[in-house]
């Protein structure tokens, strides 16, 4: 397929953007999110200083029909206030519950995109439909050295205008002691198999220099690469996501995706989530990056502590001659 390059449309930055925090909570839908014992406490929950490796293994089937494994590492902190910062090669990703505010940092570029509390820029195709979940315990278990307990969860996602329906399974196990998912598996049968495991705990207090933006850094935009390729590359950051609020601190991230700048554009992108979750989109379309965020509606209901609730984005490139689309589910546990 022929690349036909897109000119002139590409000017629009990324600074300052905002997202508009709901107000009310999302309708609880009835089986979501796992099964449990005890209601929410009403009092406050101290949120457990965490440091941690995170490593993922990702298989993907190939057209071959073979498996090519591929295993990544990353540095995770999160102090006593709730917020998170997760190092990534040279990707910094930064998020503070008490202000609503995400810092994703390019080191090699010294700048970052600052995702906070404000307007939305579009209303996206499919947002709000809701995700079909089932649920069940599957007992307990030791992972990285940290005693936890396994739920099992079938999400059944929608079909929509850019895919058919689809299932996946996830499996999490983890800690209520370290308020934390110590390990997380997606699994779709279609050929994806991604492990998250968090290891090498502590529960010492990060620096709070950690959790800001280094001096000299400027605000910037996504780096994406020139074009180079006949069809529409599609990258996605985080996927599989895997995110914790603690109440009433509260818990957000982002979600995005990037194509091959000056030839190909994304086009179209839906979206669901399940209560208490809101989900946003925060950038415009027709630009060669997509991206949303999300977080928990801290006053939003749920029957009882921890719960586990899920999101799901699909991104579509396009040029004149070639469509990519991908997706994206993450997983929020929320103690």
């Known amino acids: 397929m022929r690349r036909n390059r897109w000119r002139g449309i590409l000017a629009v930055g990324l600074s300052g953007l905002l997202l508009s925090v709901p107000t009310q909570a999302i309708a609880h839908a009835d089986g979501v999110g796992g099964t449990g014992r005890a209601a929410p406490a009403a009092t406050v929950t101290k949120v457990v200083a965490v440091s941690a490796v995170q490593q993922v293994t990702r298989s993907d089937l190939t057209t071959a029909g073979t498996w090519r494994t591929t295993q990544s590492t990353s540095q995770f902190y999160r102090d006593n206030k709730g917020r998170t910062r997760v190092e990534a090669g040279s990707v910094v990703t930064i998020s503070d519950p008490a202000s609503g505010t995400t810092l994703r940092l390019d080191q090699k570029s010294q700048t970052f995109l600052r995702l906070s509390s404000g307007d939305t820029k579009r209303q996206p195709d499919g947002l709000g439909e809701a995700l079909g979940t089932q649920s069940r315990d599957i007992g307990t278990s030791v992972v990285s050295g940290v005693p936890v307990e396994g739920r099992q969860y079938t999400v059944t996602i929608p079909a929509s205008k850019l895919q058919a329906a689809k299932t996946k399974e996830v499996t999490v196990w983890l800690s209520r002691d370290l308020q934390l998912p110590v390990q997380t598996r997606f699994y779709d049968a279609a050929g994806q198999d991604v492990t998250t495991t968090y290891t090498n705990i502590r529960t010492t207090e990060p620096s709070a220099g950690l959790f800001a933006a280094p001096a000299g850094y400027r605000e910037g935009r ?61 950038t415009k379309l027709l630009l060669p990056f997509d991206i949303w965020i999300f977080g928990d509606s801290v006053y939003g209901y749920v029957p009882f502590l921890p719960w586990v609730a899920f999101g799901y984005v699909a991104f579509a490139a396009a040029n004149t001659s070639d469509v990519t689309v991908k997706d994206a589910l993450f997983s929020m546990v929320i103690f």
Do not use: H, K, M
């Not at 074009?227 to 818990?251: E, H, K, M, Q």
């Not at 700048?261 to 086009?267: E, I, K, Q």
């Open 222 to 282: 996504p780096t994406t690469q020139a074009g180079t390729n006949a069809t529409c590359p599609l990258d996605i950051y985080f996927d599989p996501s895997v995110f914790v609020s603690v109440r009433p601190y509260g818990g957000y991230g982002a979600v995005g995706a990037l194509t091959d700048v000056g030839s190909c554009l994304f086009v179209a992108d839906a979206g669901w989530w399940e209560s208490p979750l809101y989900l946003a989109a925060i």
